[in-house]
């Protein structure tokens, strides 16, 4: 039986949108990413969905952004002994229950602010292998919990639709908190380019929302420059992603890997030590 959840509406678009991208996914033959709880998720909450169903590069973006984080976690747990996944920002992802596997001994985490997390409690019970962490990814208590509770393990962070809706001082700040107690991990996390930034414009998805797109960036390798100690692994280009699922436009833009980036983008980074 479906139940009806008292959304805000930037709260339903943050949560909601991508749940709903990976669920409408997941029930294609050709589909780029699997996601069977999501499907069960959307079916048990009552919600007008069909608002999102015109956000046609959204709805690709959000599988291919999930996709291409999913395979980053699987090479980190495949290339190390003792990692440990932090999902940051988590929503009502499932990246835990996409990825993980009987008998593995990979340990998850799933952060997000206290009213989230008690909503993803009820809609997605905390498994063993799956800890809740209620706090705001500014802060830093948790981060020195994690690395008091796992002072041997690898990290590897993913900040997935998360970062864009903060100013640039504060994305600074986040990646600094993590790379100054996490040497040898990694951190994943999708940003919106500088035009979309300097111009105000938001994701077909996002449109006529009261979410803000606040920081934008288009060359990794300024990150470098912020913290000195992550080094760019890779800068994922969507379009270059299952090209035959953008339509002619987008695989267009797919040859133009520096202007695509000016769009969005999806980098990956190693802490070094």
Not at 121 to 126: A, S
């Amino acid at each position: 039986m479906k139940r009806k959840y008292e959304f805000k509406n930037i709260v339903a678009e943050t949560l909601l949108i991508p749940l709903y991208m990976r669920a409408k996914e997941s029930r294609r033959k050709d589909a780029i990413l699997k996601d069977k709880m999501a499907e069960q998720l959307i079916a048990c909450i009552e919600y007008d969905y069909s608002k999102f169903d015109g956000a046609k590069l959204s709805e690709v973006g959000c599988v291919v952004r999930g996709r291409y984080f999913d395979d980053a976690v699987r090479r980190f747990i495949d290339n190390h002994t003792r990692p440990i996944v932090v999902n940051v920002g988590c929503g009502l992802d499932t990246r835990c229950q996409r990825i993980h596997r009987e008998n593995d001994p990979t340990k998850y985490y799933e952060l997000d602010l206290p009213k989230v997390i008690s909503l993803r409690r009820e809609l997605i019970p905390e498994p063993e292998y799956d800890t809740y962490i209620s706090s705001s990814l500014l802060e830093t208590k948790w981060l020195e919990c994690l690395k008091t509770q796992h002072p041997d393990c690898d990290f590897i962070f993913i900040i997935e639709g998360v970062l864009m809706y903060f100013y640039e001082e504060q994305v600074k700040a986040v990646l600094h908190n993590i790379a100054s107690r996490f040497s040898g991990g990694e951190i994943w996390f999708d940003v919106c380019g500088t035009i979309m930034s300097r111009h105000h414009i938001k994701p077909d998805s996002l449109r006529g929302s009261e979410a803000q797109i606040r920081s934008g960036l288009s060359d990794g390798h300024d990150v470098e420059q912020w913290i000195p100690n992550l080094q760019l692994i890779e800068q994922g280009v969507y379009q270059k992603l299952f090209p035959e699922r953008w339509g002619w436009g987008g695989k267009l833009l797919g040859y133009f890997p520096k202007l695509s980036c000016k769009f969005s983008s999806m980098l990956g980074f190693r802490i070094l030590k």
